[in-house]
């Protein structure tokens, strides 16, 4: 890790141009990650020019997605928050949910099974039939992993913009003709504006938008803890380190 571009650093000196002021309402600890995930998300969102009658997608419920699930809401957007063919978790289910989704669906093997709401013991309850038919305008990919076009493009709109927000080193593999035909668009989206940063950092001000973080000291085990569990894939769902 470059200790330049490094996040874990006492303070940095940078061109003015490039800071922008915080507003009183959001915390040190939440501006971290809406200064990178926050930020991402919201250029995604502006990029595939969202609207608040737009039903986005979300696929991947992580450090990315779990922000893009808070934002598209506060959007006035409907949210899906798409897991892939592994069974999701219970727990990453009621999150989605927590965060705002307004269902959770499997895609893949699995894509007949949809989730509207938690039952009353804390469980996913499966979707009736209405629910399948709800189809995403605004698909943002945040997940590690890519799914199968061939699942995924059933669940779209007519001419859906489709957001690729994750890092990857795979090639992008698309049947052309299904996603010719219905007019969809691919947007690639990493960084953000200064403009999108300002703006983003005000919604999140007027919404009382919350990351979901957990919070590390600033020693050597509270990297160590940090990392091990970033790596492990447990981070729910943005680290920060505080002194």
């Not at 009183?24 to 926050?38: K, N, T």
């Not at 269902?103 to 509207?116: L, N, P, S």
């Not at 994750?166 to 960084?191: A, D, V």
């Not at 990392?227 to 943005?238: A, I, S, V």
Request: charged share 25%.
């Amino acid at each position: 890790m470059s200790l330049r571009l490094s996040p874990v650093l006492d303070y940095r000196i940078i061109d003015a141009e490039f800071a922008y002021r915080i507003p009183e309402a959001i915390s040190s600890v939440d501006a971290g990650p809406f200064m990178c995930a926050g930020a991402s998300v919201y250029e995604a969102l502006d990029a595939a020019g969202t609207k608040p009658s737009d039903r986005v997608g979300v696929v991947g419920v992580g450090g990315l997605g779990h922000m893009a699930i808070l934002f598209a809401k506060a959007m006035g957007c409907g949210v899906t928050a798409l897991f892939s063919s592994k069974r999701p978790s219970a727990q990453k289910v009621q999150d989605a949910f927590a965060l705002g989704a307004d269902e959770a669906r499997c895609i893949g093997d699995r894509i007949d099974e949809v989730y509207t709401t938690p039952d009353s013991s804390g469980e996913a309850g499966e979707g009736d039939v209405l629910s399948r038919e709800r189809k995403i305008n605004v698909l943002l990919i945040c997940s590690n992993q890519l799914a199968d076009w061939f699942d995924i493009l059933p669940l779209l709109d007519r001419m859906a913009r489709v957001v690729l927000m994750s890092i990857q080193t795979e090639p992008l593999n698309i049947p052309y003709m299904p996603f010719i035909l219905p007019g969809h668009r691919i947007i690639s989206s990493t960084e953000a504006s200064k403009r999108n940063h300002i703006e983003m950092l005000n919604l999140a001000a007027r919404n009382n938008i919350k990351p979901w973080v957990e919070k590390f000291p600033m020693t050597e085990q509270g990297l160590a803890d940090a990392f091990d569990k970033l790596e492990n894939g447990q981070m729910r769902y943005r680290g920060v380190l505080e002194w």
